[in-house]
């Protein structure tokens, strides 16, 4: 493919792709992935308010997540009742798996990685071959396929794409088991999407909450808590499948002439409104 991308990286040091839009031919992928019949798992927590975000990311979902695939979201969350009927694509359907509430944002976003752990245990292990783990408060703007399958598949943060390992904000502190000296790392990922073979997710899920619980014991918190395990985790434990951030957005941050689409965007929220304790943002 002598067509593909000149301006952004396409490729890991360890033979690991970059998806970006010009790599992949989504024709070809289709024809390869669609008779599989594969069954895909997603998981969205939608704890508190974030209730609120469902609708949008449902409904931009059945235009664009892994469309003709059969999908079976996972909604956590303690709002039942607020959970919006979407019509869904045949194939495509949805559970609710009750969650306890929480009054600290961090934890809310922690948990989720003990809750999927558990769900994988007893109910997504035996009914999937994929999972994506996302964010509810986003919304997809653009194909989502299956050039995004395969075993460990993370995404670059939007924030941190252009710039070095020295400005990524891993845990700097070694008494945290998130910690990663200084001159190592090979991209931030963002914690917004985790995906994979779910026994693969299920490892990486249960490596972050015993990490996640024995930096508690120690009281000590993570810079950026789960997603700072996950940063960790993944150093070690290659990806072999990196999705550019045209499939981890922000609303806010002006498009570049790398990302030719934006795929699924985090929308600007008011988090003095949305979260339950008091604001912090990257
Ligand atoms: N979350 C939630 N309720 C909350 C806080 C977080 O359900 O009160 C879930 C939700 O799925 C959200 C994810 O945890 O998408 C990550 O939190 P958030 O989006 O606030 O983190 P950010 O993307 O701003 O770093
Ligand atoms: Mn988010």
Same mark, same amino acid.
């Given at each position: 493919n002598i067509s593909g991308r000149t301006n952004v990286v396409t490729v890991t040091p360890w033979l690991a792709p970059i998806v970006w839009?010009?790599? !992949?031919?989504p024709l070809i992928v289709d024809s390869i992935y669609k008779p599989m019949h594969l069954s895909i798992a997603t998981t969205v927590f939608a704890v508190g308010k974030y209730v609120r975000f469902l609708r949008d990311f449902l409904e931009t979902a059945e235009k664009? !997540?892994? %469309?003709d695939f059969k999908v079976h979201y996972y909604i956590f969350t303690d709002r039942r009742e607020d959970v919006p009927a979407v019509v869904l694509a045949p194939g495509r359907n949805v559970t609710i798996i009750p969650v306890p509430g929480s009054n600290r944002w961090q934890e809310i976003s922690s948990r989720r990685m003990e809750m999927i752990q558990t769900a994988i245990e007893n109910q997504i292990g035996k009914e999937a071959d994929y999972i994506f783990c996302l964010d509810v408060d986003t919304k997809f703007h653009g194909r989502w396929g299956a #050039?995004?399958?395969?075993?460990l598949v993370a995404t670059i943060h939007p924030g941190y794409y252009e710039q070095t390992h020295e400005h990524y904000p891993y845990e700097r502190r070694p008494a945290s088991r998130a910690y990663i000296p200084a001159g190592e790392g090979d991209y931030y990922y963002g914690g917004a999407t985790i995906a994979g073979y779910v026994r693969d997710v299920h490892k990486l899920t249960k490596y972050c909450r015993e990490q996640l619980e024995a930096d508690a014991a120690n009281s000590i918190e993570a810079a950026w808590q789960e997603e700072s395990h996950l940063n960790r985790y993944l150093l070690y434990n290659k990806p072999t499948k990196i999705l550019s951030p045209e499939y981890l957005w922000q609303d806010f941050k002006a498009k570049n002439? #790398? %990302?030719? =689409? =934006?795929r699924f965007s985090q929308v600007n929220k008011n988090y003095a409104e949305v979260r339950p304790n008091v604001k912090k943002r990257k």
């Open positions: 839009e010009g790599t !992949f031919n664009h !997540f892994m %469309v #050039e995004t399958l395969s075993r002439n #790398e %990302v030719q =689409i =934006i």
